[in-house]
């Protein structure tokens, strides 16, 4: 009896167990993003260098970023913007950087062939967001530069609706033609001359006849 308890009660051979694979931690590769930081203002490049550095990004002032980097151009406030020529095919999205920017500056620096424009004492998110849009082809906007594009959109697509008559009456008006003049000319009375020029106004999305003659003077229309 003891010895078939002792057989019951013996361990059989051990199960071989089931081997799970292990999973690897999901990992994620950020793109490195080579920032070259050029010009003759130290003050300013040594601080923009702080606010990418505490951005995760790492700006370098002794080379050249290859293709596919950020070179940024810091110039001083009022200072004029730096011909781009020597950056043409380097395949770098290229930023004009300078403290408190007008808006003046940004639309000169984007017709100019810049990706875009950096506020050197704006936040430090901005400075980051701008530089990495930069990236994707894409430009950020101030307000103002919004904006003014906006109106100029307007502007141009009322242009283009313009009639032979309303084109005539403008370089009228801006030869300096008075509205009693050109209505005579145009065989209106008064009261219709100015009815007729208040909806031309309102169709170049305008209000005045300066701001009429300045969008036609725009689009060479007179």
Known sequence: MAAVRSLVEAPGPARPRAIR????????????????LEGECPIIKSGLHQVLRA????????????A??????????????????DYAGSGCAVLAAQPGP???????????????VVDCQGPT?????SIQV??????????AVARHLADRARSDRASADLTEAEVRWLGALARGTSVVDLAT?????ERAMYRRLSDLYRKMDVRTRGEAI?????????
């Open 21 to 36: 694979p292990v999973q690897e931690p999901a990992v994620r590769y950020e793109p490195v993003v080579e920032v070259g």
């Open 55 to 66: 951005s995760g990004i790492t700006a370098s002032e002794s080379h050249r970023p290859e």
């Open 68 to 85: 596919g980097g950020v070179i940024v151009l810091v110039h001083r406030g009022g200072e004029a913007l730096r011909d781009l020529g």
């Open 102 to 116: 007008t808006a003046a500056f940004e639309m000169s620096a984007l017709s100019a062939g810049y990706h875009g």
């Open 125 to 129: 998110s901005q400075i980051a967001l």
């Open 134 to 143: 930069a990236l994707t082809g894409q430009v950020v906007l101030s307000q």
């Open 185 to 189: 000319a145009e065989a209106y009375s």
């Open 214 to 222: 300045a969008v036609a003077s725009r689009h060479g229309l007179i």
